[in-house]
């Protein structure tokens, strides 16, 4: 199927590694052109070497911090008129809410709300002008079904579903769309990561772990991030004008419910 999105451009945050670079690499496999932006400038360099590889499409990379003001003024500088934004940042740490200060709360509604709504609203217009855009936000699938020890971005990720919500509704009919991507457990560093701090807890292998949450899923395996980054680009897609305002749950069956 031809997608519609050769010569296209995309932002795609925080795509140096993990769901980000698949969702990078999707679009590039379909003819779009991406920039990727990242906090590290050495693992930024290697993924777009690799997309420039697999592709052969245009990748222009921007190092910085997408969550700061100075950060997103260098990703829109050097990609001022997307016609596809991804949006995506690392979430806030675990914990028990009483332990969370006002600045906490601050860094992870400015992570997880407020930089998608900003640079939504820096490329919107021109989305709009040229009767053209997708926007997709990378949230989580606890805006379905909280996670208890993952307070901030529960509501952080919330909030920003609501105010998609709305504004998606607004501007549907001028062809641009904004949905949202809820990943359940897929295999990225963060996933290893988390295995790794909970298993030297609980005093098991990081692979034993890893089994037991494969086998926990009614998929029997944790997700491809590949898989992921399909879904991305069916979202991107040109065909995909009449999907408004949703958020599609990507967890292998994980949330028990009749309707989402």
């Keep these: 199927m031809d997608v519609g999105l050769r010569g296209k ?4 945050c925080a795509a140096s590694k993990g769901l980000g670079r698949a969702c990078a690499m999707a ?45 997103r003024a260098a990703a829109l500088a050097a990609c001022p008129d997307p016609d596809i ?11 028990d ?23 939504i609203r820096s490329v919107v217009d021109g989305m709009i002008a040229r009767k053209f855009g997708r926007i997709v936000n990378i949230t989580s699938g606890s805006v379905k079904s909280p996670i208890p020890t993952l307070g901030m971005s529960n509501g952080a990720r919330a909030g920003l579903t609501g105010f998609v919500a709305g504004l998606s509704r607004q501007v549907a ?36 772990l890893l089994a037991e949450r494969a086998r926990s899923s009614p998929a029997g395996r944790v997700g491809d991030p590949a898989e992921f980054g399909d879904a991305c680009v069916f979202l ?24 989402g």
């Design 85 to 95: 934004l991804i949006n995506n940042a690392g979430g806030p740490p675990p914990g």
């Design 9 to 12: 451009r995309a932002l795609v």
């Design 236 to 259: 991107c897609s040109a065909n995909a004008g009449f999907i408004v305002g949703q958020n599609l749950l990507l967890d292998g069956g994980a949330f028990n419910a009749t309707m």
């Design 97 to 119: 809410f009483r332990d969370w200060d006002r600045d906490i709360w601050i860094k992870a509604l400015d992570a997880n709300m407020l930089t998608p709504i900003f640079l």
């Design 173 to 208: 009919r001028h062809n641009v769309t904004i949905n949202n991507l809820l990943p359940g457990p897929f295999l990225t560093d963060r996933l290893r990561g988390n295995a790794a701090a909970a298993a030297a807890e609980a005093g098991k292998p990081v692979d034993e």
């Design 27 to 71: 679009l590039a496999r379909e003819g779009a052109a991406v920039t990727i932006t990242a906090r590290t400038a050495e693992t930024l360099e290697a993924t777009a070497a690799d997309i420039r590889a697999a592709t052969g499409v245009s990748v222009t990379t921007v190092a910085g911090d997408i969550t700061t003001e100075a950060g």
